[in-house]
């Protein structure tokens, strides 16, 4: 009678083993594996992007040198004083670049505002009419802030224009010290 009933009992602790293994250690085990194989694709995915990155920027330092570049480039825009007299070299320069005869340039009256400073420089000139465009252009295109307030123009004589421009400059209003 004991040899009846061994094997089925045997048959059922096996399957009962089997199936707390199954249960306890394998499926478990599965998990681990899925969530290890989950985090290595997130890490290949970060180094590719890293190594995207090095390869776009390969040289970090000449991009935070551009970058600083560009910042002192939009500084130099707007001055932190008017400096009337390197614009007015400027006005000299581009009047001898593009055959422009200036008759006089004068600085008007500074006036600050909260954050801006600004001043009008005038200047009166003789030129034909490609000429004086051009010399706006180069005297609008420099590397500051300008613009051209008033402009009047009179012929006096054959192609040649008698002209006064108003250019108005900028600067940084520097902080008023609060005692």
Known sequence: MRDKFFLPITLLVCGIIFFCWYNFFYETTQ??????E?????????????LELKARYENLTALVELKEQQLDAARNFLPSTLEQDKFIDVLYR???LCGVQLMSVQTGEEISAQEVQTQIVTVKLETDYISLLNFIRESLDGGRLVSLEKFSVNSAGDKILSCELNFKIFAESLPKKQS
């Open 31 to 36: 998990r681990e594996i899925a969530s290890i």
């Open 38 to 50: 989950m985090e290595t694709r997130r890490l290949r995915e970060v180094e590719r992007e890293i």
């Open 94 to 96: 581009s009047a001898e």
